[in-house]
C-alpha cells in the first residue's frame, strides 16, 4: 500500500495537470468534493483526493485502496492503494467503459476493445506521449492492457462487503461500478443446509454471517434488501393481493440493523415502516 504517486503529483505541478488532462484525474477537483455527501456503509473513513471531468470522485479509504464513485449512484474500488490504481487510471484512459470485460473475455477480446477506446480519443488528443512522461515520472511499470483489465477487474471485485458507498443522508446505497456477478451469500458461510440454499430466506444467512464474524457481509445484504423495498414497494405485496402489502420484512430489517449496530439503517426501516401504514 503506497501513495508515492499521490505525493509526486501534489508536489510537481506539471505532472498533475497531465494526470487531469488527459487522464481525467484531477487533483483541483477533489476541494469540490463530491456531487452528494457519501459515506461507507462499514463506517471506514474516506478522503476524496481528485476527481474526473464527469463529476466523479477518487476517494482514498482508511487501508489505502482507491475507490471511485461517478455522478450518477455508482462506486467501485479500482485499485488496492492510489499508486495502482493510477497504473490502470494512466494504462488505461478509457477504463471506464471497460468495465464489463473481464480477465475471462481473453487476451484478444480485451486488445481490440482497449485499442478501440484509444483510438476514438486519439481523434481529439493525444495519449501515448503523455502516458510515457507520467509513467516515467512516477515510476509506474508500462503492463499491458491486458494485465490492466486483471488488476481493474481484482480491485472492482473487493468493492463489496468492505466498500459499500451510501448517501450519506438517505443511507441508500450505490450500485456498483460493474456488472460482474458475485457469489451467493450462503457460499460466503459455514452452514449445513441440506436443500437447496437459494430457497432458504435471507435472513438465514445474513444471521450466520453475523454469527460467523462478517458482520460487513451481512450489512450489506440488508441494505441491498431495504433498498430493493424501498424502491419497488411492491415486494412486500401478500401473496394473492394486489394491494395489500405486509410490512413485517421492514421491522425483520429494523431489528437486523439494531443487532448490527446499525442504527441509522434500523432508523430508516422504521420510518419507511411507519409511512406505508
Known sequence: MTDDCLRLLRQHRR??????FPFDFD??????????PVRLASGGSLEAVAGSDTGGTYFVCA??????????GSAGIIGSSVDEALEVVIGLPGWRDLLSL????????ILARVAEIEDEIREYHGIDAERAELRTALSLSDRSPVELLGMLHTALLRTEPGFLLLNADEGCAYDLLDPHPRPPLWESVRHNVSGDPAAEPLSTWTRLAAEQGMTELARVALIRRLDDI??????????????????????????EFERLGDLP??????RLHAALQ
Not at 473481464?102 to 477480446?109: K, L, T
Not at 439503517?265 to 422504521?270: V, Y
Open 15 to 20: 505532472l498533475a495537470e497531465l494526470a487531469a
Open 230 to 255: 424501498d424502491l419497488d414497494q411492491g415486494l412486500l405485496l401478500r401473496p394473492g393481493s394486489r394491494k395489500e402489502l405486509d410490512l413485517s420484512p421492514l421491522l425483520w430489517l429494523a431489528g
Open 102 to 109: 473481464s480477465p475471462a473475455d481473453g487476451e484478444e477480446r
Open 265 to 270: 439503517q434500523a432508523g430508516r426501516a422504521r
Open 63 to 72: 487501508d489505502g485502496s482507491l475507490l471511485y464513485a461517478d455522478s450518477e
Open 27 to 36: 487533483l483541483d477537483r477533489a476541494a469540490h468534493g463530491h456531487a452528494e
